[in-house]
């Protein structure tokens, strides 16, 4: 018989270890599902997690690496904080959304203008239009109560509607000959979050995300705020004790989530989306949760879960692409990595034991 | 009735990392009260675990009457005559106390029978109680009574006891010994867990000392001082409290009509408070677990908020401001519960000493936390309240009850605290440590502070306070001089003994 003993303190070294373990048996587990699908589970891993790397076309999927995986941790640091403080917002995706449509809408409006600062201005209004997306479930939850996963959540699907809308409406391309969608934001020289260094996937985004990495670290370790976020989500009742205002960090918490997440959605949509269009959010918002828990909710393992995460799509694209993989098999795969993530977690906290019978 | 009933030899029991009982043995005789002592961990509960069948034994052996006895669960155990009531209560809030009683038993005779055995059980040994009433209704004496009568019907033998008069009244307390009184009279015997040094001198006819799980000593209560088995727990003499003070100086905190209404479900509500605490005075706040410490503290720490003019701090409003404030005010509190309240179980001693040292012990630059001032505040904390820990990055969950008490105690007095609220400063300490607490409350109002201590030990309100006020139902007493209070008066206050009268409003 297996026992569970409460460890007195967490683990240091299972804290970091449990990641690494988890996407080890991830690799284990997807290698028999591929291989029950018909496929040499060697290969199949090998594709997803090698050849986007070091393949013969690794030149193509190393800047992919950058480009997917900024908007992941540049939304899940944003998550992070929130989480760690225990206030859930599940909505990121409508965040980043909202913060796409805001600063497209600037430079649309700006259009055909050139100028250096409408690029600026249009990172401002990307963060505050997913800051205020942000802050309606903050208010309703301060003001009557309600749940903020809830609330956050159902809001993308608001959100949803919102892009369609300015894709089919307000937003579409004149020249368009008619179909939805913004006018290109890559051919519009002010508004274009170019490459930074060419061939490399590095745009503004993937600075904003180091930034945010940066930032989050210090907070959380440096600063009395990030140390009342912790305590709020350790002990909620020593964090009143101690003076912390659960209203205030809700309005931050949730705040700088949404306008991290509207950061995301801008660069996204004035570099490699470059149109705002119906199908324009691929669901980042929601795997930047995976992301977040992967890294353990710290800034560092963010990066490093966020990198890992945009590897497992693009090796999951190319598998499909080269193996005849099913989509589905590919999602499975990526579940599984947060289950056995959660799984193993328990190795923080308790030490298995081979119990002897007793009576107890 | 002289023959031993319960004889155990060279019990041992060892958990990982720490041997919980090391060859234990003792015997208790048939009809007599025996003291199990011993400061918290020294394993007086593994014990009466292996005793009652909860734990099985490494080695060693018990016997009963003659018989080898060697329960493998406390079923076995209450077949043998072997009983015992805990600190926590086991019943549903919602049922009757006959329908309680009945849970408990193998073959419940019907309803109707058990309540007059119920009744009879009751009246034979003095502890009044109605078996159709609701056990929600119910005080903490009346619980414990259904606790107990539960263990008379089955007739026991052996009747052991843990910590049974912590939630009672002095008039409450007196109650219980004579039940007991009157059991031990039929032979029947009783092992009797308690802290309380002085009620183990009235009740008891032997004591069994245990310390870091050895048996380092019998002794026969009333012929031994308090101090003297307090220092054979401890296994080394410490210093009692002193006074040593001046007169009394300017009122620096005055509560004048307090109303709060309950907070949820288990709440209770605070009612028209008023009364004032000056410089170098300790003001004892007494009464039973539920009468409204709790909502007391918070209001006083500021958790819980409320209007302006109640709380006076030197002359100004302070019931407007929260935590933060209040601290750079001068006002200091330590709550009762120390895991999750004042302290964060997962986080270290240093990030625990920021909680509520962050601005008095000046812990922050412009919102930037300085980790070296706060580690070299938590170490004085460790080597000013002697603190058992490996050190300051130790998770404070790590920690027993007793010295994390003694931590979040130094954190407070360490601050030099205008008026410091504590509640329950001592509880589960043990008796050095808690002599240790009481001299810094006693040292920080001798230094021209004000000191609320609320506290359910009476014994500790006497030996520490200048006066006493006692909350019942979350009114609080008239505040009288401790000097000359008697152990009769203070029950009064507290609201006498619970379900004495059988009208219960």
Redesign the interface.
Same mark, same amino acid.
């Given at each position: 018989m297996l026992k569970l003993e409460k460890r007195p303190q967490p683990s240091q070294l299972w804290t970091w270890a449990t990641p690494v373990l988890a996407v080890l048996i991830t690799m284990v587990a997807g290698g028999a599902l591929f291989a029950a699908l018909g496929q040499d589970p060697v290969a199949a891993i090998s594709t997803i997690f090698w050849q986007p790397l070091f393949g013969e076309f690794a030149f193509y999927y190393r800047p992919q690496l950058l480009i997917k995986g900024a908007p992941l941790v540049l939304i899940a640091i944003g998550l992070s904080l929130g989480f760690r403080a225990g206030i859930w917002n599940i909505g990121a995706e409508g965040q980043y959304i909202v913060g796409a449509l805001a600063g497209a809408g600037v430079a649309l409006a700006f259009y055909p203008a050139e100028s250096a600062l409408i690029f600026p201005l249009m990172v401002l209004a990307g963060a505050v239009g997913g800051w205020a997306w942000g802050m309606i479930p903050a208010v309703l939850k301060l003001r009557f109560g309600t749940n903020e996963i809830l609330v956050s959540l159902m809001l993308v699907y608001v959100a949803e509607q919102l892009l369609a809308a300015m894709a089919l409406g307000l937003m579409k391309n004149p020249e368009g000959r008619g179909f939805p969608g913004s006018r290109n934001l890559r051919q519009y020289d002010s508004a274009h979050n170019a490459e930074l260094i060419t061939g490399t996937g590095m745009h503004w985004g993937v600075v904003a995300a180091l930034i945010a990495v940066i930032f989050a670290y210090v907070l959380l370790s440096r600063h009395l705020l990030g140390y009342h976020i912790r305590l709020a989500g350790q002990a909620p009742r020593a964090a009143r004790f101690a003076g912390v205002r659960p209203a205030r960090l809700v309005l931050f918490c949730l705040g700088t989530s949404g306008a991290l997440a509207g950061l995301a959605g801008l660069f996204e949509v004035a570099g490699p989306a470059g149109q705002v269009s119906i199908d324009f959010n691929v669901g980042y918002g929601f795997t930047a949760i995976i992301v977040a828990f992967l890294g353990r909710l710290h800034p560092f393992g963010i990066l490093l879960a966020g990198l890992l995460m945009a590897l497992t799509y693009i090796g999951g694209e190319l598998a499909q692409s080269n193996m005849g993989l099913p989509a589905a098999a590919i999602q499975l795969f990526q579940g599984m990595l947060l289950f056995f993530l959660l799984a193993v977690d328990l190795l923080t906290n308790y030490r298995i034991r081979l119990a002897t019978k007793e009576v107890a | 009735m002289t023959g031993d009933l319960l004889t155990v030899s060279g019990l041992t029991k060892a958990y990982?990392g720490v041997v919980a009982n090391d060859a234990v043995s003792f015997a208790i005789r048939e009809g007599e009260v025996h003291a199990l002592l011993g400061e918290n961990g020294a394993g007086k509960s593994t014990l009466v675990k292996m005793i009652y069948?909860?734990?099985?034994p490494d080695s060693g052996t018990m016997t009963l009457r003659g018989a080898p006895y060697a329960p +493998?669960?406390p079923h076995a155990a209450r077949l043998a005559g072997v009983a015992m009531v805990f600190q926590h209560f086991s019943l549903f809030d919602a049922m009757s106390v006959a329908e309680n009683v009945a849970l408990g038993m193998e073959k419940p005779p019907a309803l109707r029978d058990l309540a007059a055995r119920i009744r009879d059980v009751s009246e034979t040994y003095g502890l009044p109680l109605d078996p159709d009433r609701t056990v929600g209704d119910l005080s903490a004496g009346e619980r414990q009574r259904v606790e107990i009568i539960r263990c008379l019907l089955q007739e026991p033998r052996l009747l052991i006891m843990d910590e049974p008069t912590s939630v009672l009244t002095p008039q409450e307390v007196e109650i219980l010994f004579q039940t007991l009184r009157k059991l031990t009279g039929e032979g029947v015997a009783i092992l009797y867990i308690s802290h309380k040094l002085e009620e183990i001198r009235a009740l008891c006819d032997h004591a069994t000392i245990l310390r870091q799980g050895r048996n380092v000593g019998t002794c026969t209560p009333r012929e031994t001082s308090a101090r003297a088995m307090a220092e054979l727990m401890v296994g080394s003499s410490f210093a009692a409290p002193e006074r040593a003070r001046g007169g009394k100086g300017e009122v620096l905190l005055e509560v004048s009509g307090l109303s709060v209404a309950a907070q949820g479900q288990f709440g209770t509500a605070l009612h028209a408070i008023s009364f004032a605490v000056q410089a170098g005075e300790v003001l004892g706040i007494g009464g039973v677990a539920g009468n409204g410490q709790d909502e007391l503290l918070a209001v006083l720490?500021?958790?819980m908020p409320v209007a302006a003019e109640t709380l006076r701090l030197k002359g100004a409003t302070i019931g407007q401001h929260?935590?933060?404030?209040r601290?750079a005010m001068g006002l200091l509190?330590a709550?009762e519960?120390r895991l999750? +309240? %004042?302290? %964060?179980?997962?986080?270290s001693l240093t990030?625990n000493a920021?909680?509520?040292g962050?601005a008095r012990e000046n812990l922050?630059n412009r919102?930037?936390?300085k980790?070296d001032a706060a580690e070299a505040f938590a170490r004085r904390i460790i080597t000013g309240f002697d603190v058992r820990t490996p050190g300051p990055g130790? %998770?404070a969950? %790590?920690l027993s009850g007793g010295n994390l008490q003694k931590f979040v105690i130094g954190r407070e007095v360490l601050q030099r605290p205008e008026v410091l609220v504590v509640n329950q400063p001592t509880w589960g300490v043990d008796a050095a440590a808690a002599a240790a607490i009481r001299q810094a409350l006693l040292d920080l109002a001798a230094g021209g502070a004000a000191v609320i201590c609320i506290s359910q030990d009476l014994d500790e309100l006497i030996e520490i306070s200048d006066r006493f006020g006692a909350l019942s139902e979350g009114r609080l007493s008239e505040i009288r001089p401790t000097q000359g209070l008697s152990v009769e008066e203070i029950g009064l206050m507290m609201g006498g003994a619970h379900g004495m009268e059988v009208a219960h409003v």
């Amino acid at each position: 018989m297996l026992k569970l003993e409460k460890r007195p303190q967490p683990s240091q070294l299972w804290t970091w270890a449990t990641p690494v373990l988890a996407v080890l048996i991830t690799m284990v587990a997807g290698g028999a599902l591929f291989a029950a699908l018909g496929q040499d589970p060697v290969a199949a891993i090998s594709t997803i997690f090698w050849q986007p790397l070091f393949g013969e076309f690794a030149f193509y999927y190393r800047p992919q690496l950058l480009i997917k995986g900024a908007p992941l941790v540049l939304i899940a640091i944003g998550l992070s904080l929130g989480f760690r403080a225990g206030i859930w917002n599940i909505g990121a995706e409508g965040q980043y959304i909202v913060g796409a449509l805001a600063g497209a809408g600037v430079a649309l409006a700006f259009y055909p203008a050139e100028s250096a600062l409408i690029f600026p201005l249009m990172v401002l209004a990307g963060a505050v239009g997913g800051w205020a997306w942000g802050m309606i479930p903050a208010v309703l939850k301060l003001r009557f109560g309600t749940n903020e996963i809830l609330v956050s959540l159902m809001l993308v699907y608001v959100a949803e509607q919102l892009l369609a809308a300015m894709a089919l409406g307000l937003m579409k391309n004149p020249e368009g000959r008619g179909f939805p969608g913004s006018r290109n934001l890559r051919q519009y020289d002010s508004a274009h979050n170019a490459e930074l260094i060419t061939g490399t996937g590095m745009h503004w985004g993937v600075v904003a995300a180091l930034i945010a990495v940066i930032f989050a670290y210090v907070l959380l370790s440096r600063h009395l705020l990030g140390y009342h976020i912790r305590l709020a989500g350790q002990a909620p009742r020593a964090a009143r004790f101690a003076g912390v205002r659960p209203a205030r960090l809700v309005l931050f918490c949730l705040g700088t989530s949404g306008a991290l997440a509207g950061l995301a959605g801008l660069f996204e949509v004035a570099g490699p989306a470059g149109q705002v269009s119906i199908d324009f959010n691929v669901g980042y918002g929601f795997t930047a949760i995976i992301v977040a828990f992967l890294g353990r909710l710290h800034p560092f393992g963010i990066l490093l879960a966020g990198l890992l995460m945009a590897l497992t799509y693009i090796g999951g694209e190319l598998a499909q692409s080269n193996m005849g993989l099913p989509a589905a098999a590919i999602q499975l795969f990526q579940g599984m990595l947060l289950f056995f993530l959660l799984a193993v977690d328990l190795l923080t906290n308790y030490r298995i034991r081979l119990a002897t019978k007793e009576v107890a | 009735m002289t023959g031993d009933l319960l004889t155990v030899s060279g019990l041992t029991k060892a958990y990982p990392g720490v041997v919980a009982n090391d060859a234990v043995s003792f015997a208790i005789r048939e009809g007599e009260v025996h003291a199990l002592l011993g400061e918290n961990g020294a394993g007086k509960s593994t014990l009466v675990k292996m005793i009652y069948g909860l734990v099985k034994p490494d080695s060693g052996t018990m016997t009963l009457r003659g018989a080898p006895y060697a329960p +493998h669960d406390p079923h076995a155990a209450r077949l043998a005559g072997v009983a015992m009531v805990f600190q926590h209560f086991s019943l549903f809030d919602a049922m009757s106390v006959a329908e309680n009683v009945a849970l408990g038993m193998e073959k419940p005779p019907a309803l109707r029978d058990l309540a007059a055995r119920i009744r009879d059980v009751s009246e034979t040994y003095g502890l009044p109680l109605d078996p159709d009433r609701t056990v929600g209704d119910l005080s903490a004496g009346e619980r414990q009574r259904v606790e107990i009568i539960r263990c008379l019907l089955q007739e026991p033998r052996l009747l052991i006891m843990d910590e049974p008069t912590s939630v009672l009244t002095p008039q409450e307390v007196e109650i219980l010994f004579q039940t007991l009184r009157k059991l031990t009279g039929e032979g029947v015997a009783i092992l009797y867990i308690s802290h309380k040094l002085e009620e183990i001198r009235a009740l008891c006819d032997h004591a069994t000392i245990l310390r870091q799980g050895r048996n380092v000593g019998t002794c026969t209560p009333r012929e031994t001082s308090a101090r003297a088995m307090a220092e054979l727990m401890v296994g080394s003499s410490f210093a009692a409290p002193e006074r040593a003070r001046g007169g009394k100086g300017e009122v620096l905190l005055e509560v004048s009509g307090l109303s709060v209404a309950a907070q949820g479900q288990f709440g209770t509500a605070l009612h028209a408070i008023s009364f004032a605490v000056q410089a170098g005075e300790v003001l004892g706040i007494g009464g039973v677990a539920g009468n409204g410490q709790d909502e007391l503290l918070a209001v006083l720490s500021g958790e819980m908020p409320v209007a302006a003019e109640t709380l006076r701090l030197k002359g100004a409003t302070i019931g407007q401001h929260g935590p933060s404030q209040r601290r750079a005010m001068g006002l200091l509190t330590a709550p009762e519960e120390r895991l999750g +309240h %004042a302290a %964060a179980p997962d986080m270290s001693l240093t990030e625990n000493a920021i909680l509520t040292g962050a601005a008095r012990e000046n812990l922050v630059n412009r919102g930037f936390l300085k980790w070296d001032a706060a580690e070299a505040f938590a170490r004085r904390i460790i080597t000013g309240f002697d603190v058992r820990t490996p050190g300051p990055g130790t %998770a404070a969950r %790590a920690l027993s009850g007793g010295n994390l008490q003694k931590f979040v105690i130094g954190r407070e007095v360490l601050q030099r605290p205008e008026v410091l609220v504590v509640n329950q400063p001592t509880w589960g300490v043990d008796a050095a440590a808690a002599a240790a607490i009481r001299q810094a409350l006693l040292d920080l109002a001798a230094g021209g502070a004000a000191v609320i201590c609320i506290s359910q030990d009476l014994d500790e309100l006497i030996e520490i306070s200048d006066r006493f006020g006692a909350l019942s139902e979350g009114r609080l007493s008239e505040i009288r001089p401790t000097q000359g209070l008697s152990v009769e008066e203070i029950g009064l206050m507290m609201g006498g003994a619970h379900g004495m009268e059988v009208a219960h409003v």
